[in-house]
């Protein structure tokens, strides 16, 4: 089985500072893949890099064997690829619910013309993408929030709307920063059960997470980063028996 | 649940037309009536205008110039070449679509105050082309434009005309004719906001990275809507031309871009039928501050200054939020 991403000899320099060096990994189609490590290791950038926002200085991206070199974050959803953000980015205009059709947006086949004469076949297509949208919407667990404004709503039901809106595409990978970040613990323990959700269904997950626990709980591969460079890859029997692991981030 | 939403579109449409067709109830005079068309007709522009503004988040501080090249595009074709008035439209639409799309590709790569300042400069280059081509456009002068025709039917606001047995005043008919052009405007203008496509505009106002990662080709659909809304200004300035039947350059001017970005700022950004109240607020003043008639632009900029400041949202929104806050305030007070 060829990886579905594959990183090598990652790099990315802001001015002098190497916020990512020399990173190589790769993933497998339909894992849960981990990225850990301390504040400033690097994650949140590697994520930027691997979904488009940050072009790299250094090394290639591959995703199913494509070069992800100049492809644009909108061009790299066509091929599968969505992701959260770390700092939320809900459209705070619009219903929850547009939101989770936003995220639909590559699915549905509209032209201008019968847009704005709004034509029995775009009304049809809505009512599916807006039936979709609800039943993810139920499947993250903020079915209670449909057309609630997105201004309105808590925050940790703004972080299940935004993987309902990044599952809405039927990604093949999804990556999620820091999904925990913020959350109680019962609300963790949901994201758990979700994360497994999404993986059963076969999308593969990629994951950047401060929680230990959910993480060595449901990954198949976690990678550590420290200062921007790879400290470990393994399973996470693998990472927490890893020396080196144990001395820079679990301090011990 | 969509029933419900399109009853709710439906609604806001109808009570559109209601107001617009008993509004003649309240007109006395040829005046009152063109006054009125020109509302009209400057307020299908507007709603035009939202959709780059409310709805996208693009600042157009030079969107007189295209409703001024539609407007002398018009009076061009129809009063030199002999054109009919729709073929001179559409074809001035489609123009002015074009020069909007290759303008915009560059300009719309530019974020905030820039963006705000090329459409400016794209405005004055507008305004001093029809200035400066006398031969054509007859310069500062002006130029006469022939009445509006349909297959050899003309309407003036000097004819007099006759619908279903009413006698009808050619300022009374060119009203009525303006009033459904308006609602054919806001029709298509709410058509294109509640789709795929008005949702891909909202979410680049709203967040643009969240639209790029879902798949939005951003940079496209700000394209399309700056495209979108320079047809609406160029048709109503083709419109506009026709109704008064002599344009200056006034029509392609900064202060007139002012004007309706000021238009959409009080109404209520993002809100159709604010913007509407919002022209229609914006050109009555003028006609109660007639004493203050040099001081028009420092009004205006007063007036956007106020806005900002003490209704952000805009005259409708604002009006709309404090109805239902003493609504609930009422029913929350008999439970």
């Known amino acids: ?252 | 649940m969509l029933n419900q939403f399109m009853q709710s579109r439906l609604r806001g449409l109808i009570v559109l037309a209601v107001i617009l067709y008993t509004i003649p109830a309240f007109l006395s005079n040829p005046f009152h009536y063109d006054l009125a068309t020109q509302m009209a007709i400057i307020a299908a522009t507007v709603v035009g205008l939202n959709l780059l503004v409310g709805f996208a988040g693009q600042i157009s501080l030079g969107h007189a110039g295209f409703f001024g090249l539609g407007a002398y595009f018009t009076g061009i074709m129809t009063g030199n070449y002999g054109w009919s008035a729709i073929p001179a439209l559409v074809v001035g639409g489609i123009l002015v679509g074009i020069l909007a799309w290759v303008v915009g590709r560059p300009i719309l790569r530019l974020k905030g105050h820039y963006l705000s300042m090329a459409t400016l400069a794209v405005g004055f280059i507008i305004a001093i082309v029809i200035n400066n081509e006398s031969q054509i456009t007859g310069g500062p002068d002006g130029m006469p434009v022939p009445p509006f025709d349909v297959f050899g039917w003309e309407l003036s606001p000097f004819g007099s005309y006759s619908l279903f047995g009413i006698e009808l005043n050619g300022s009374q008919a060119w009203y009525l004719f303006a009033a459904a052009v308006l609602l054919v405007a806001v029709w298509l203008a709410q058509n294109l906001i509640d789709s795929p496509i008005g949702r891909a505009l909202r979410s680049v106002h709203g967040s643009e990275v969240a639209a790029r990662v879902v798949g939005v080709n951003t940079a496209r659909y700000k394209s399309l809507v700056f495209v979108i809304s320079a047809i609406y200004a160029s048709v109503m300035g083709g419109l506009y031309a026709h109704f008064q039947g002599f344009i200056t350059p006034a029509v392609a001017s900064f202060d007139f871009s002012i004007v309706l970005i000021t238009m959409v700022v009080l109404g209520g950004m993002g809100s159709t039928m604010g913007v509407i109240l919002g022209a229609v607020v914006l050109k009555l003043l003028p006609q109660v501050l007639t004493h203050f008639q040099e001081m028009e632009a420092v009004m205006f900029g007063l007036i956007l200054m106020l806005t900002m400041i003490f209704m952000p949202k805009g005259l409708l929104p604002t009006l709309q939020m404090a109805v239902s806050k003493r609504l609930k305030k009422r029913a929350g007070g008999q439970a």
């Open chain 1, 1 to 252: 089985m060829s990886a579905l991403i594959e990183v090598s000899g990652l790099d990315k320099a802001f001015g002098g500072v190497h916020a990512v060096e020399g990173v190589s990994f790769s993933v497998e189609a339909g894992q849960v893949y981990s990225v850990i490590g301390p504040n400033g290791a690097g994650k949140t950038t590697l994520f930027n890099l691997i979904s488009g926002i940050y072009t790299p200085t250094k090394g290639e991206i591959r995703l199913n064997g494509e070069s992800t070199d100049r492809l644009e974050p909108n061009q790299l959803a066509e091929r599968g690829m969505c992701r959260t953000f770390q700092q939320m980015q809900i459209c705070m205009n619009m219903t929850a619910i547009e939101n989770v059709m936003l995220g639909r947006h590559l699915k549905l086949k509209s032209n201008l013309f019968s847009t704005l004469f709004r034509l029995p076949s775009l009304l049809r297509d809505e009512k599916s993408c807006r039936q979709h949208a609800q039943d993810l919407m139920e499947f993250v667990g903020c079915g209670e929030y449909l057309d609630t404004e997105a201004s309105a709503m808590s925050y940790g039901a703004l972080k299940r709307l935004e993987i309902a809106r990044a599952l809405a595409a039927e990604p093949k990978v999804i990556l999620l920063d820091e999904p925990a970040a913020g959350l109680n613990g019962t609300e963790t323990a949901a994201l758990e059960d979700l994360i497994r959700k999404i993986a059963d269904q076969g999308t593969t997950v990629m994951l950047v997470e401060h929680d230990m626990k959910l993480v060595m709980g449901i990954s198949d591969r976690l990678l550590v980063l420290n200062y921007g460079r790879v400290l470990a890859e393994g399973t996470p029997e693998e990472i927490r028996n890893n020396p080196d692991v144990i001395a820079a981030y679990l301090g011990g």
